[in-house]
């Protein structure tokens, strides 16, 4: 049997109903159903009529739209209530000596971070600037992306294959940036954006990975803050905003932002991988020793 699932609905409405005419409309409410656990932008349904037999259709679509956010799990961080999405995810590669990066220290300058993104709802750019997924970096980080934002296809997070399978574990996707496709250029400050042009569609549950160039906090930055038992400021988000089937005018509507995976998330994904980390949800800014001294607890003949 077909395992596919189809988005619809087939009802028998009763014979003794009254005929729909201009003056009397029917109100018809289903109850308890099985929503998707992804979201969606403006979308219209669509409605048919048969007749008793099935055939002799009239099809229409409604005159509203429906939007839906994936679902999410709630996070008080800092007093705040955040919002961790379950399909639409964001996760770092952990790389270099620190897993940070090449220049993980305070007010470092091109520190290169590789980021994953999974969408969680299908964007689809109707030819408006508005339509753009934006990774939103902690606060007094510079976020830019350089030439195409393409992460090498030979690193290590491409080569592992955990399941044995002969297939890599994690398909490398881009995002173009041919001018019919969109880009990158209006990144800045702590925000890293990607416009989408006329017809570009990233699908629901694509997976992309960018490569992100960044200009580290002046200050150091904890990766987790035992002490509030929190991330504390140091939060990373994915949003995406976009139109759907709307008419472009206005502001579009907005999906996110959700918080890159949690600390817990970044366990279950290293014991997955048999205790090797490869992912993690934020990356902690580092800051040099001063006057380090080492000095034997121990003064016995080793």
């Not at 029917?26 to 308890?32: A, Q």
């Not at 994936?70 to 379950?86: A, G, L, W």
């Not at 994690?170 to 496709?181: E, F, K, Q, R, V």
């Not at 987790?224 to 759907?244: I, L, P």
Request: net charge negative; hydrophobic share 30%.
């Amino acid at each position: 049997a077909s395992t596919k699932r189809f988005n619809s609905i087939r009802v028998r409405l009763p014979t003794e109903m009254d005929d729909i005419t201009t003056s009397v409309k029917h109100r018809l409410i289903f109850r308890s159903l099985q929503l998707p656990t992804g979201g969606f932008f403006p979308d219209r349904l669509g409605v048919q009529l048969t007749d008793s037999k099935d055939e002799k259709p009239d099809y229409t679509t409604t005159a509203g739209f429906l939007f839906k956010e994936p679902e999410y799990d709630t996070q008080i961080i800092s007093n705040f209530q955040m919002k961790r999405y379950h399909d639409f995810t964001g996760r770092l590669v952990v790389r270099e000596q620190t897993g940070y990066g090449p220049s993980p220290f305070k007010a470092d300058v091109g520190n290169i971070l590789y980021v994953r993104i999974q969408m969680g709802a299908t964007l689809w750019g109707n030819g408006q600037t508005q339509v753009q997924l934006q990774i939103t970096l902690p606060d007094q980080y510079l976020c830019r992306v350089e030439l195409t934002g393409k992460v090498p296809e030979d690193e290590e997070i491409f080569q592992v294959d955990n399941n044995g399978d002969g297939y890599p574990d994690n398909a490398h996707g881009t995002l173009s940036t041919n001018s019919l496709d969109g880009g990158w250029e209006d990144s800045s400050a702590g925000v890293c954006r990607f416009r989408l042009s006329k017809d570009m569609t990233l699908f629901y549950k694509q997976v992309i990975y960018a490569r992100l160039t960044v200009n580290n906090p002046p200050d150091a930055l904890l990766k987790y803050d035992k002490a509030s038992g929190s991330t504390g400021t140091n939060n990373w988000f994915v949003t995406a905003q976009g139109y759907g089937m709307l008419a472009p005018s206005g502001t579009p509507h907005r999906m996110g932002s959700g918080l890159f995976i949690s600390l817990e998330q970044e366990e279950e994904l290293t014991l997955a991988a048999g205790g090797k980390s490869y992912w993690q949800g934020n990356v902690a800014v580092l800051d040099s020793l001063q006057s380090a001294t080492c000095q034997p607890t121990v003064f016995t003949m080793s």
